[in-house]
T-cell receptor, first 112, second 114 residues
């Protein structure tokens, strides 16, 4: 089945230790999104790629970076995780801007 | 920007009864309204959506209604089952406007009581 895959499902890192989360898709969608979701809250958009064009949300901290080496893969890099960065990180894709977004299962990040 | 309000924040329903979740939006140019179901520890799953040229859409036990004049839309689940227990998010977007982002409601935790 075509789908959005996230690895790992659970990630534990230490305060200040860089971490990379991975997303891949078999939908061949043009747009890939990264969201942060904290407990009992709605997903919050961090940034998205439309093809190779990177679009950062104004309130996304500089600590968060992203790479999209090809259509299928997108990475979220957290350069120096703080305790406040512990959250569920969700990857989503859509065929084009404004189209239906399909979410992956998420990566639960714990910062010790 | 768009603002989406969602009510109620929690809802408990006897198994077999109906559940209704309501959302209002502020941007009259919003034209696409998806609903997502999120089970504990999982990503949001699209369950139904509606576009602004339609007033109602139904898929088995799930239906969504849209009132563009009043700027509100609702999710209706009939004959509820225990597996319907989850957090439900409504969302809105102006889908023809390039970089417009999906605006979510605050979520409704639905509990089905056996």
């Amino acid at each position: 089945d075509a789908m959005v895959i996230q690895n790992p499902r659970y990630q534990v890192t230490q305060f200040g230790k860089p971490v990379t989360l991975s997303c891949s898709q078999t939908l061949n969608h043009n747009v890939m999104y990264w969201y942060q979701q904290k407990s009992s809250q709605a997903p919050k958009l961090l940034f998205h790629y439309y093809d190779k064009d990177f679009n950062n949300e104004a309130d996304t901290p500089d600590n968060f970076q992203s790479r999209r080496p090809n259509t299928s893969f997108c990475f979220l890099d957290i350069r120096s995780p703080g305790l406040g960065d512990a959250a569920m990180y969700l990857c989503a894709t859509s065929r084009d801007k404004g189209d239906t977004q399909y979410f992956g299962p998420g990566t639960r990040l714990t910062v010790l | 920007g768009e603002n989406v309000e969602q009510h109620p924040s929690t809802l408990s329903v006897q198994e077999g009864d109906s559940a209704v979740i309501k959302c209002t939006y502020s941007d009259s140019a919003s034209n696409y309204f998806p609903w997502y179901k999120q089970e504990l520890g999982k990503g949001p799953q699209l369950i139904i959506d509606i576009r602004s040229n339609v007033g109602e859409k139904k898929d088995q036990r799930i239906a969504v209604t849209l009132n563009k004049t009043a700027k509100h839309f609702s999710l209706h689940i009939t004959e509820t089952q225990p597996e319907d227990s989850a957090v439900y998010f409504c969302a809105a977007i102006r889908s023809n406007f390039g970089n417009e982002k999906l605006t979510f409601g605050t979520g409704t935790r639905l509990t089905i009581i056996p």
